[in-house]
């Protein structure tokens, strides 16, 4: 009886070895997939980041777009008149 006394302890203590082993395996496991859940919920904020930034920029992009349209929309008119003005300039003979 001592024996399998011996021997059913001896199995239990392997059997719980395992036990643990496994569970702080499936702990770590557990904190590693959630500190690569955490990076990819910051990349993909940085990414929205980015989105977010660049939509921003496009009013401003529009605005500035839309200024040099109408310089150069004017500059265009007094460089057709100038041209148009060649042709009539008359010299005075005194």
């Known amino acids: 009886m001592n024996k399998f006394a ?16 496994a569970a702080i395996s499936i702990a770590g496991t557990y904190n590693r997939l959630v500190r690569l859940q ?17 939509a921003d920029l496009i009013p401003n992009l529009v605005n ?7 310089f150069e929309k004017s500059t265009l008119t007094e460089v057709t008149n100038a041209r148009a003005s060649v042709g009539r300039v008359q010299l005075d003979p005194n």
């Open 38 to 54: 955490q990076t990819v919920d910051q990349s993909w904020a940085q990414v929205q980041n980015v989105y977010q930034r660049r």
């Open 64 to 70: 500035t777009v839309s200024g040099a349209a109408n």
């Open 6 to 21: 011996l021997g059913c302890g001896v199995v239990i203590a392997i059997v719980l070895f395992v036990v643990v082993v």
